[in-house]
T-cell receptor, first 112, second 109 residues
Framework: DAGVTQSPTHLIKTRGQQVTLRCSPK?????VSWYQQALGQGPQFIFQ???????QRGNFPDRFSGHQFPNYSSELNVNALLLGDSALYLC???????????FGAGSRLTVL | GEDVEQSLFLSVREGDSSVINCTYT??????LYWYKQEPGAGLQLLTY?????DMKQDQRLTVLLNKKDKHLSLRIADTQTGDSAIYFC?????????FGAGTTVTVRA
């Protein structure tokens, strides 16, 4: 079992650009969440997807959007990138009836 | 709202016990978690405790929960160099985890 896999692992963008990050959940998991971890801070909840719909959302602007596909994989899109969007973006998955999240290794985004 | 606080740094000698403390504010939290993050890596779940428990032990790890004071602690027995990492406390009452800023544990020989 590969666990939660994320791609790319690192990427560099410039202000104003758009980025798409991808996540494949752990086998058997149907719910995917995304978290943003700025340097020196704990992860902050962005949103959660279940049955291909955004179910809950944290305090993030509409520039942050996502998608979940029928195979449960997910994408995080960020438009009009700002310097402050530089962070480690973590994907986490779980089975909808469980309480334990499994995290991926993250995608480190640097905005110049 | 949720607010989770942890001390930022802990230095411990190899072989000693480490105790990492955490306080939270959401009294409706159902589960509380400890995650470990090594440099350049994601979060690894160490252990978790249901809010109606006051203690949980798992090999070298002991979690203590004082629900009245909203205080959670993680004790690592016989701390090893491989335990050097950032440790995050997190609470949840529904769909999301709320994390503290993390405690950086340094194990010295």
């Amino acid at each position: 079992d590969a666990g939660v896999t994320q791609s790319p692992t690192h990427l560099i963008k410039t202000r104003g650009q758009q980025v798409t990050l991808r996540c494949s959940p752990k086998s058997g998991h149907d719910t995917v969440s995304w978290y943003q971890q700025a340097l020196g801070q704990g992860p902050q909840f962005i949103f959660q997807y279940y049955e291909e719909e955004e179910r809950q959302r944290g305090n993030f602007p509409d520039r942050f959007s996502g998608h979940q596909f029928p195979n449960y994989s997910s994408e995080l899109n960020v438009n009009a990138l700002l310097l402050g969007d530089s962070a480690l973006y973590l994907c986490a998955s779980r089975f909808s009836g469980a309480n334990v999240l499994t995290f991926g290794a993250g995608s480190r985004l640097t905005v110049l | 709202g949720e607010d989770v606080e942890q001390s930022l740094f802990l230095s411990v000698r190899e072989g000693d016990s480490s105790v990492i403390n955490c306080t939270y504010t959401d009294s409706s939290s159902t589960y509380l978690y400890w995650y470990k993050q090594e440099p350049g890596a994601g979060l690894q779940l160490l252990t978790y405790i249901f809010s109606n428990m006051d203690m949980k032990q798992d090999q070298r790890l002991t979690v203590l929960l004082n629900k009245k004071d909203k205080h959670l602690s993680l004790r690592i027995a016989d701390t090893q160099t491989g335990d050097s990492a950032i440790y995050f406390c997190a609470e949840t009452n529904d769909y999301k985890l709320s994390f503290g800023a993390g405690t950086t544990v340094t194990v010295r020989a």
